[in-house]
């Protein structure tokens, strides 16, 4: 099996098959049961917005874009997931348009250098670890 890659979580087996429309990262935006729920009293999510620059710049040849169901940390809503094959890194409370601006030119940025460039500074304060820590 050509460009196999392991299996994940450590468990022995063959190696897997790899998708032909790869990306170099994937960014996963919450519009679950709290996010972008402005009812509710949570900040709204841009998520027209978001589609519409992806596709107009084609930003999914390089960047995924997923609008997503509950991603489970509803304490920390408007919740952004990027993955990419170093690993996984979870934003939160995000309450202001310039937020999802810096993900937007992030993005933009990756697909100009046809490479992963590093998340901008603006995400910074919005991190938090998604998961405890296994003893």
């Not at 087996?13 to 049961?33: E, F, H, N």
């Not at 709290?34 to 519409?52: E, H, S």
């Not at 509950?70 to 996984?88: E, H, K, R, W, Y």
């Amino acid at each position: 099996m050509a460009n196999g890659c392991q299996p994940a979580i450590g468990r022995p087996g063959p190696p897997l098959p790899v998708t032909k429309r790869t990306a170099i990262a994937q960014v996963a935006c919450c519009v679950g049961c709290c996010c972008g729920r402005t009812d509710r009293g949570f900040p709204p999510v841009p998520v027209d917005r978001l589609k519409a620059v992806w596709k107009e710049e084609k930003l999914n040849r390089t960047v995924q874009l997923t609008i997503s169901g509950c991603l489970g940390p509803c304490d920390m809503a408007n919740v952004i997931l990027v993955m990419t094959a170093a690993g996984t890194e979870w934003f939160g409370n995000i309450d202001d348009e310039a937020t999802f601006a810096a993900v937007i030119a992030w993005a933009r940025a990756c697909q100009a250098a046809k490479a992963l460039v590093p998340l901008p500074s603006a995400l910074d304060t919005f991190r938090f670890q998604r998961f405890a820590e296994v003893a």
